[in-house]
């Protein structure tokens, strides 16, 4: 293991807290929720209103609901905090989502989607967080065995997409050796 070292003397400026979590609903669909807080340590004056010391300027927060086949079923957007009022014009947008698969390319259909004025900045940055912790939600149980066969052709399992998991390494030849590729010359 690493560790950081001390950090340097410093003065704090801003605060960007992202927070998501995965459930089991009643019904069996899987359910993110995550969310967005943008504070700051001192008073900030935006111009349309004064923002207290440590109160929120951003705190968006989006629900997804998926299936098994990791297919979102329902999608819903909120900005419980914003700097400005309209900023809440955007949130419907999101429904835009159900539909979609949590795969590899979610998030370039993500950015193509709400780029621009098509979306809100701090909405959108939540959504590749909450797909890669949807896929910790479908590989919870370390089998890799069933995953969906209707699928996509891509990458369906953590294997191979990380320096520690990578096929011909020695986590996948140890644990996962139907999956190990011998290293090339």
Not at 63 to 74: F, G, M
Not at 164 to 182: C, I, N, S
Request: a neutral charge; one cysteine or more; proline letters at 8%.
């Amino acid at each position: 293991m690493s560790h950081a070292p001390p950090p340097s003397a410093r003065t704090p400026l801003h605060s960007r807290r992202i927070h998501c979590e995965g459930f089991r609903r009643e019904d069996g669909l899987l359910e993110l929720e995550a969310t967005l807080i943008d504070t700051k340590p001192m008073p900030l004056q935006l111009v349309s209103r004064m923002v207290p010391a440590e109160e929120p300027i951003h705190q968006m927060r989006v629900r997804l609901v998926l299936n098994a086949q990791r297919e979102i079923v329902d999608a819903s957007a909120f900005s419980e905090h914003a700097p400005y009022l309209t900023c809440s014009g955007v949130e419907a947008a999101y429904r835009q989502l159900i539909g979609l698969r949590i795969e590899p390319g979610f998030t370039q259909q993500v950015k193509r989607l709400f780029r621009g004025i098509a979306g809100c900045t701090h909405i959108t940055e939540l959504l590749p967080v909450m797909a890669s912790t949807a896929f910790q939600l479908f590989w919870a149980d370390g089998s890799f065995a069933a995953q969906d066969a209707r699928a996509s052709e891509q990458r369906q399992t953590p294997l191979g997409g990380c320096h520690a998991l990578r096929l011909d390494g020695e986590v996948v030849r140890t644990y996962f050796p139907q999956f190990h590729k011998t290293p090339s010359p």
